[in-house]
């Protein structure tokens, strides 16, 4: 047994996919698995390198990607 | 605010990883009375937790505590809210009756299967079929019941069935914590022991969800409903902040592993708190440095200060044992967590209490 501190951990797929569940909801009610891949990527990437470590700023950053998305 | 009450230093049990010598020391009524005072004199709520030693063992104190709680309750409008740990042995009738009416929340110590390996009266006598009966007495009268299980390296290979035990019987929810302290030893082999169990715990989880049952486990549920909430673990026990602990004879201390150690000694519920001592207890930092740039230190236990003091005698140390135990358990919560979550984003965050 040691201490063992971990870096560059992936975020787990359900806090991913709550965020957007919950961008979805504020966006209109889209379903889950109408969501883009690469949006899902976009989101995943965010929560992986932006220091988010919760549900609450991976909504607003999904929400944000759906605008960039929408105004291309 | 939030107190922990000592009511007293005596037990009847001699479970053999409990690190506290025992006394037959309890506290006074009038001790009882200064602390509910303390309770009620700031905060926007106020709340008891009744501790030990075994608590029970001082029925009339928490019975007096509770009436003088309520009176003042209504006098200031100041919401109470009262805890129990107890080792569940003395449970009766009137106590479950009490509960329930108080809306006092139980957590009631119980090692399920490995209860008699641990957890034996102070002449050796075992304890697990009272202890079967005592929670299928909580879970008639319907207390809000906690079923709290302690894993130690000889009978941790039992955790499994244990977990399945408490369900059957009815608990909601149960939490495990492994057995720390100077009373047991950690090996590699008796950790892999540990670790094959919390799988099959995992699995189990996974099997109730699919069949919409809502019974959970800590840490397992709480390491991925937290993380969803936001919420940081290491922040729950600022020491001395959110709650004090109360000895027999009135004294204040940051938590229940701190008791007794003068250099922790807040004030007392006579002389009121020390806030010199709170505020610079406050401005420590308990996050142990090797934790501080760890991925999962926001999920993890490492700033407990109980946990740590227990383990390696500084409250801002974190033990190897505890570090892979951490470490261990948020792996297989986040495995449970995306399984649960394939199944339906709805379904999952109304588990998770969303």
């Not at chain 2, 069935?161 to 939490?175: C, N």
């Not at chain 2, 010199?276 to 760890?294: G, I, N, V």
Request: glycine share 8%; charged share 25%; net charge negative.
């Amino acid at each position: 047994m040691k201490i063992d501190p971990k870096h560059n951990l992936k975020k787990p797929k359900y806090l991913i996919g709550v965020a957007l569940a919950a961008a979805a909801l504020a966006a209109g009610g889209f379903a889950i698995h109408e969501i883009k891949e690469e949006v899902m990527e976009q989101v995943d990437e965010l929560l992986h390198t932006g220091g988010i470590v919760s549900a609450e700023p991976a909504f607003e950053a999904a929400e944000a990607v759906e605008t960039t998305e929408e105004n291309a | 605010m939030n107190l922990t009450l000592y009511l007293t230093e005596n037990c009847n049990l001699r479970c053999s990883y409990c690190t506290r010598e025992k006394h037959a020391q309890d506290m006074s009524r009038e001790t009882v009375e200064k602390a509910v005072e303390l309770a009620f004199s700031r905060g926007k709520n106020a709340g008891i937790c009744f501790f030990g030693g075994e608590p029970l063992l001082k029925k009339d104190l928490i019975y007096y505590a509770l009436e003088l709680a309520d009176e003042r309750s209504r006098q200031t409008g100041i919401p109470f809210l009262s805890k129990i740990t107890t080792n569940g042995t003395l449970i009766d009738e009137e106590f479950a009756s009490m509960a329930k009416r108080a809306n006092m929340q139980i957590g009631f110590s119980f090692d399920g299967t490995m209860q008699d390996d641990c957890r034996r009266t102070k002449e050796g006598g075992a304890t697990f079929d009272l202890m079967v009966d005592k929670a299928r007495l909580l879970m008639e009268h319907g207390c809000d019941t906690v079923a709290m299980c302690v894993a130690s390296p000889e009978a941790c290979g039992k955790l499994f069935e244990s977990v399945k035990l408490v369900h059957d019987l009815g608990f909601p929810q149960m939490i495990i914590n492994p057995a720390y302290g100077d009373k047991v030893t950690w090996t590699d082999e008796t950790f892999e022991v540990l670790r094959g169990q919390f799988d099959q715990i995992a699995d189990y989880m996974m099997e109730l969800y699919q069949k919409g049952d809502k019974f959970k486990v800590a840490p397992l549920h709480n390491k991925i409903s937290e993380l969803i909430k936001g919420i940081n673990p290491s922040k729950y026990c600022h020491l001395g902040i959110r709650q004090l602990a109360v000895s027999w004879d009135g004294n204040l201390y940051p938590c229940t592993s701190f008791l007794d150690k003068p250099e922790w000694y807040l004030g007392s519920v006579y002389e009121g708190i020390d806030e010199t001592r709170r505020l610079e207890m406050a401005k420590r930092c308990f996050t142990p440095s090797p934790c501080k740039d760890c991925d999962l230190s926001a999920r993890c236990t490492n700033s407990c200060g109980c946990a740590n003091i227990l383990n390696t005698g500084s409250p801002d140390m974190i033990a190897p044992v505890q570090c892979e135990y951490e470490r261990m358990v948020i792996s297989l919560a986040d495995r449970l967590g995306d399984e649960m979550y394939a199944m339906g984003d709805q379904r999952f965050i109304d588990f998770m209490g969303l």
